[in-house]
């Protein structure tokens, strides 16, 4: 199972995004794994990955909601919005 999510900017800290709905995430229950030449990257349950939009898109996965939170929440300015909850 996975939730999906968004992130609301409420602030543009950094005047790039903007404001509003600014990216688009799931959250994974289950673990993932993949293989480098040199090692693994285990993602355990609960990883995430995250679509930003606008004129700079790009897709990065995160190893919790804390962590993504932990650099893109900006002190609040930046909160996420589960979708499945109301009003999301």
């Known amino acids: 199972m996975s939730r999906a999510f968004y992130l609301l900017r409420l ?15 799931i959250q994974h229950e289950q673990e993932w794994c ?11 349950p609960g990883w995430c990955e995250l679509a930003w939009r606008g004129t700079l898109p790009s897709t990065s996965l995160w190893r919790s909601v804390d962590v993504l939170m ?14 499945d909850q109301p009003g999301g």
């Open 11 to 25: 602030h543009d800290v950094h005047g790039v995004s903007g404001e509003g709905i600014v990216a688009d995430g």
């Open 34 to 44: 993949f293989d480098f030449p040199d090692g693994r990257l285990s993602f355990a």
């Open 70 to 83: 932990g650099v893109h929440g900006h002190h609040g300015a930046t909160v996420l919005v589960w979708k």
